[in-house]
């Protein structure tokens, strides 16, 4: 009898130990903001996801779905009526109404938030206007209250993407109430109101950020009682947290772990629509012309590159990823070092020589580095000019570039919504994430042309113009390669779901 009692509070033991559950992540950097109308990076907005959700959401084929509302489309393509869900609430109770909707779409086109994704619903009728100031009256805008549970959009004109836009948090629901109440405090734990599965309960900057469910939550309450997102900069230190107990994901792995940690039991890999590039500010000398720029683009050996990350990114010159509509991997400029020193000379740099110094830069990271070492490589090699390297923490290195770009830089892209649009029009004069200073009306033209397009072949044909003109004839840009998911995951972790877009969705983890 004795040993059944012992046995019976073992078990319980196990059992609630077992089922704790508490699910523990880590993010590389203090997000920017928190503030869905403003954020821009990675970072933060894959934290928003768990947060707040709108009017749209992607199912598993990364098609549009209702989230919190259903819609109709026009016969012709450009109005859009979304009819919110019954009984919908905010975190603290307040029913969410469309004019939430309405407030927020609003504040992110006032060109006094500076919202980098404002460009996003430049498809909608005034919405350009009033982003540039030359429409004033917000109510001639394209986007309408019908009545409490009725929003209605109308285009300029059909755009075959915009039904995935809602799913995107720029254009999720905001509470100007709470705005105005706490100013840029908003978004702190104790200010804070949500839509989506969990709400914040804590951040503690630079360490550390917690999650709880959230309990007006639409859909069904999430099992994880406790979500930690650990803010850890050094990889090293991630992957002993994760090897020790402490994370139960990790992703993001560095390049010269990647061989040892394919052998854990918890590695995975995914293929992934974001892409990996190095930009030019077209502004500055000598990066002003053309044929410096093409000559730094030809001595680049995407293959000595992907082969030092091991990580099964593939090497590309379309900024248009694998996987996605108008992807080209013939168009773009491929390594040739004999041309480039020949661009050089060409451009008043014989083998390098008058050529100022310059300074490139990227974010701070460990594989960002091995890739900055191996390009100053490739072009003291190739062209006689050694460049100076210098990486910054994200946050103070993305407000650099929206301030002052550097020559030469660093950056990535991975898709908001799986659409060539959401890659090609980055570029375009008027968009808020295009820190290349450069403004091409042929290149909007296009990239307007096919966002309006509905025929599949039409479309390519436009994007791969829009791509020479991008990669080759000015060479803006430079793609390296598409980057893939690296991840860990340990075994006790059910119900986690990752897509190509690189959306880690939690609510429906079950710790076993």
């Given at each position: 009898?004795?040993?059944?009692?012992?046995?019976?509070?073992?078990?319980?033991?196990?059992?609630?130990?077992?089922?704790?559950?508490?699910?523990?992540?880590?993010?590389?950097?203090?997000?920017?903001?928190?503030?869905?109308?403003?954020?821009?990076?990675?970072?933060?907005?894959?934290?928003?996801?768990?947060?707040?959700?709108?009017?749209?959401?992607?199912?598993?084929?990364?098609?549009?779905?209702?989230?919190?509302?259903?819609?109709?489309?026009?016969?012709?393509?450009?109005?859009?009526?979304?009819?919110?869900?019954?009984?919908?609430?905010?975190?603290?109770?307040?029913?969410?109404?469309?004019?939430?909707?309405?407030?927020?779409?609003?504040?992110?086109?006032?060109?006094?938030?500076?919202?980098?994704?404002?460009?996003?619903?430049?498809?909608?009728?005034?919405?350009?206007?009033?982003?540039?100031?030359?429409?004033?009256?917000?109510?001639?805008?394209?986007?309408?209250?019908?009545?409490?549970?009725?929003?209605v959009v109308t285009l300029k004109k059909p755009a075959s993407y915009f039904a995935t836009i809602p799913a995107f948090t720029v254009t999720f629901p905001i509470r100007k109430d709470i705005i105005a109440k706490y100013g840029d405090k908003w978004t702190n734990p104790e200010n804070m109101v949500v839509?989506?599965?969990?709400?914040?309960?804590?951040?503690?900057?630079?360490?550390?950020?917690e999650l709880a469910p959230n309990p007006n939550y639409r859909g069904r309450k999430p099992k994880l009682e406790k979500v930690n997102i650990y803010i850890v900069t050094e990889s090293t230190t991630a992957i002993s947290m994760f090897e020790t107990g402490k994370l139960n994901y990790l992703s993001r792995?560095?390049?010269?772990?990647?061989?040892?940690?394919?052998?854990?039991?918890?590695?995975?890999?995914?293929?992934?629509?974001?892409?990996?590039?190095?930009?030019?500010?077209?502004?500055?000398?000598?990066?002003?012309?053309?044929?410096?720029?093409?000559?730094?683009?030809?001595?680049?050996?995407?293959?000595?590159?992907?082969?030092?990350?091991?990580?099964?990114?593939?090497?590309?010159?379309?900024?248009?990823?694998?996987?996605?509509?108008?992807?080209?991997?013939?168009?773009?400029?491929?390594?040739?070092?004999?041309?480039?020193?020949?661009?050089?000379?060409?451009?008043?740099?014989?083998?390098?020589?008058?050529?100022?110094?310059?300074?490139?830069?990227f974010d701070t990271r460990d594989d960002n580095k091995m890739i900055a070492e191996k390009l100053q490589s490739q072009w003291k090699n190739i062209l006689g000019i050694n460049l100076h390297a210098q990486n910054e923490e994200w946050k103070v290195y993305l407000g650099r570039l929206r301030a002052d770009?550097?020559?030469?830089?660093?950056?990535?892209?991975?898709?908001?919504?799986?659409?060539?649009?959401?890659?090609?029009?980055?570029?375009?004069?008027?968009?808020?994430?295009?820190?290349?200073?450069?403004?091409?009306?042929?290149?909007?033209?296009?990239?307007?042309?096919?966002?309006?397009?509905?025929?599949?072949?039409?479309?390519?044909?436009?994007?791969?113009?829009?791509?020479?003109?991008?990669?080759?004839?000015?060479?803006?840009?430079?793609?390296?390669?598409?980057?893939?998911?690296?991840?860990?995951?340990?075994?006790?972790?059910?119900?986690?779901?990752?897509?190509?877009?690189?959306?880690?969705?939690?609510?429906?983890?079950?710790?076993?």
């Amino acid at each position: 009898m004795f040993k059944k009692i012992i046995l019976f509070f073992l078990f319980i033991s196990i059992h609630s130990y077992a089922a704790k559950q508490e699910f523990n992540m880590r993010i590389e950097t203090e997000p920017p903001t928190l503030d869905w109308n403003l954020a821009t990076d990675y970072v933060s907005i894959n934290v928003l996801y768990h947060l707040i959700e709108g009017l749209a959401e992607y199912n598993e084929k990364l098609e549009a779905v209702p989230s919190l509302a259903s819609w109709k489309i026009s016969p012709d393509g450009k109005t859009y009526t979304y009819t919110l869900k019954p009984n919908l609430k905010w975190s603290d109770g307040v029913p969410l109404t469309a004019q939430h909707f309405w407030d927020s779409w609003e504040r992110a086109l006032n060109p006094k938030t500076a919202s980098g994704y404002a460009y996003f619903l430049f498809d909608i009728v005034g919405a350009k206007e009033y982003n540039d100031g030359s429409l004033k009256d917000a109510a001639k805008l394209g986007f309408k209250v019908k009545n409490e549970s009725t929003f209605v959009v109308t285009l300029k004109k059909p755009a075959s993407y915009f039904a995935t836009i809602p799913a995107f948090t720029v254009t999720f629901p905001i509470r100007k109430d709470i705005i105005a109440k706490y100013g840029d405090k908003w978004t702190n734990p104790e200010n804070m109101v949500v839509t989506g599965p969990f709400k914040l309960t804590k951040w503690q900057h630079d360490s550390k950020l917690e999650l709880a469910p959230n309990p007006n939550y639409r859909g069904r309450k999430p099992k994880l009682e406790k979500v930690n997102i650990y803010i850890v900069t050094e990889s090293t230190t991630a992957i002993s947290m994760f090897e020790t107990g402490k994370l139960n994901y990790l992703s993001r792995l560095p390049a010269l772990e990647i061989e040892r940690l394919k052998k854990n039991p918890g590695y995975r890999t995914l293929p992934y629509l974001r892409g990996y590039y190095y930009a030019f500010n077209v502004t500055k000398a000598p990066f002003n012309d053309v044929k410096v720029r093409k000559a730094f683009a030809l001595s680049i050996n995407r293959e000595e590159i992907t082969s030092l990350l091991k990580g099964g990114q593939i090497a590309t010159s379309s900024w248009i990823p694998k996987g996605m509509l108008a992807y080209n991997p013939k168009i773009g400029l491929f390594y040739d070092p004999q041309k480039a020193k020949k661009l050089l000379a060409e451009a008043g740099f014989p083998e390098g020589k008058n050529f100022p110094s310059s300074t490139f830069m990227f974010d701070t990271r460990d594989d960002n580095k091995m890739i900055a070492e191996k390009l100053q490589s490739q072009w003291k090699n190739i062209l006689g000019i050694n460049l100076h390297a210098q990486n910054e923490e994200w946050k103070v290195y993305l407000g650099r570039l929206r301030a002052d770009s550097p020559v030469i830089f660093r950056h990535g892209w991975g898709a908001d919504f799986p659409d060539p649009d959401n890659f090609m029009n980055m570029f375009t004069s008027y968009s808020g994430n295009n820190y290349t200073k450069w403004k091409n009306k042929k290149y909007d033209q296009i990239i307007e042309q096919a966002a309006a397009e509905r025929s599949s072949k039409k479309r390519i044909k436009l994007y791969d113009q829009a791509q020479k003109l991008l990669t080759e004839e000015e060479i803006v840009i430079v793609p390296l390669f598409i980057e893939a998911i690296n991840y860990l995951i340990s075994s006790n972790v059910k119900g986690l779901q990752i897509d190509s877009l690189g959306l880690l969705k939690i609510h429906k983890v079950e710790m076993q």
